[in-house]
């Protein structure tokens, strides 16, 4: 057997700049509780001048906040899933299971948009599709209604960050043969134990079985097995470990992190200087030997040929380094797609709806580039539920390609054009009525949502407009 602790070479080399990543994204007191690993040292600078500039840092977080925006305005709108076909029960569960998805009552639609977080930030992140452990171990349940009754077929999501998956191994096609996560967790089980305890727990799965080992305190003892079988996607021969696809080009924490590192260093270069030059020091020209002190309680004596001042920068690197970090700061938002979020304050001017919604253009085409990468994630999750599960129940996911815009009145607006154009077509009208009725009811149950869009496929006409009614 292989040595269950043992890194994938991939892993050994990001797992460092994962940690600098989240720093960065996190931002806070989590960044400047580690900002001696970012804040370069000058040659030569004393440890006691150092460690005054470390006590102020201070981190202008661009990064954090275009994570957040692209997360808040890609899941603005929920994607749309239907679910045909199939047994009354079979959709029941997928109601449920888009209301509560890893049974600790997250929706569905949250636990992708903490998956997405955390992807731009470390450029991948993972769900794990499992399903609760009957009593009489595998193939316990004699039939599917015993399944059902006992809740061993309802499946359910756990995330896993990229730091969590330490090896693996991929077929031809790229998909999984085999994979290790690792998670380390601090338990006391009684209050009555003396002290916290470290527990790491190793995952092994391949396509149709999974061990899991565990350990106690400090790593190098044996882990020991504590559960072993098949897992819920063995009928389908398939690790049931999704991760989420993103091109190398939208990580945006590895596109911003040493622009963001390199703004962090020279904000507080700056900040430093001004601070030191409010406190300017005393300069005394003079041929005789000085040993007078200075201070505010104290004078001093000048003879008739000494004179006297104060040390002050001129002020002309001053605002070369404050249009520097200005220049910086618009460069992290432009490789980030956004460059007209990273405008100066100062700018002045109002854009037009037209003149703005053409500068989004390309911020546009990358959130539909991470809509198709989320939906992708969530049709192979719910695609290996079904299968795992035999459902006969028929998934679409749709959505996710529509930003910025106006309102809904305006949608509403092109649906009606679009359909006194009188093309004929049955089917076009169920879509675009299907369309409209999921966006509107967004925020409605997943149980409403088929039950409208089963209404719409039994025939009931999309009507639009009251001449169209009367008709």
């Known amino acids: 057997m292989f040595q269950i602790d043992r890194e994938h070479p991939d892993y050994a080399t990001r797992k460092g700049v994962w940690k600098q990543y989240r720093d960065l994204y996190a931002g806070g007191e989590q960044f400047k509780l580690n900002a001696q690993n ?52 079979a959709r029941a569960f997928y109601g ?45 349940a004699s039939s599917r209604a015993e399944e059902d009754a006992s809740g061993a077929s309802r499946a359910y999501l756990v995330d896993f960050p990229a730091e969590s998956l330490i090896n693996w191994s991929k077929d031809e096609q790229g998909n999984f043969e085999w994979v290790v996560l690792r998670t380390t967790t601090l338990r006391m089980d009684r209050v009555e134990d003396p002290e916290w305890r470290q527990e790491t727990r190793w995952s092994y799965y391949d396509k149709e079985t999974f061990r899991i080992y565990r350990q106690f305190g400090v790593l190098g003892t044996a882990p020991e097995l504590i559960d072993e079988g098949t897992h819920g996607l063995a009928k389908i021969k398939t690790v049931p470990l999704f991760g989420l696809r993103i091109p190398e080009g939208l990580w945006m924490l590895n596109r911003a992190g040493s622009l963001q590192l390199e703004h962090f260093n020279k904000s507080n270069a700056l900040s430093w200087a001004l601070t030191m030059g409010l406190f300017a020091m005393p300069v005394v020209y003079s041929e005789r030997d000085w040993n007078q002190m200075v201070g505010e309680s104290y004078y001093i004596q000048l003879g008739p040929g000494d004179r006297f001042g104060w040390t002050e920068p001129e002020g002309k690197v001053y605002q070369i380094a404050a249009e520097n970090l200005t220049r910086l700061q618009e460069e ?4 980030c797609y956004l460059a007209q979020l990273g405008a100066s304050l100062s700018r002045s001017g109002q854009q037009s709806g037209l003149s703005k919604q053409l500068d989004f253009s390309i911020t546009q085409e990358v959130l539909r580039a991470y809509g198709d990468a989320v939906k992708d994630q969530v049709r192979r999750v719910l695609n290996a539920i079904e299968a795992a599960r035999a459902d006969g129940v028929t998934i679409s996911v749709m959505g996710m390609d529509e930003f910025n815009i106006a309102d809904f009145a305006t949608e509403l607006t092109n649906a009606k054009d679009l359909l006194s154009m009188d093309v004929g077509s049955g089917t076009l009208r169920k879509e675009i009525a ?15 949502k088929d039950r409208i869009v089963g209404e719409i496929e039994s025939g009931i006409p999309a009507v639009l407009n009251p001449t169209e009614a009367k008709q």
């Open 96 to 140: 449920e299971f888009v209301e509560d998805a890893d049974r600790r009552g997250t929706a569905m639609t949250d636990v992708f948009r903490r998956t997405f977080i955390d992807t731009l930030v470390t450029g991948t992140s993972y769900l794990l599709v499992d399903f609760p452990r009957s009593e009489g171990g595998a193939g316990g």
């Open 38 to 89: 970012y804040l370069t040292r000058r040659q030569r600078e004393p440890g006691d001048v150092y460690a005054e500039r470390l006590s102020r840092a201070f981190y202008e977080n661009y990064a954090g906040s275009i994570v957040d925006w692209y997360a808040a305005t890609l899941f603005r709108r929920e994607p749309r899933m239907t679910f045909e076909g199939g047994s009354e029960a």
């Open 332 to 335: 992290i938002y432009r490789i």
């Open 434 to 448: 299907k369309k409209l009725a999921l966006q509107y009811l967004a925020d409605s149950r997943q149980d409403v």
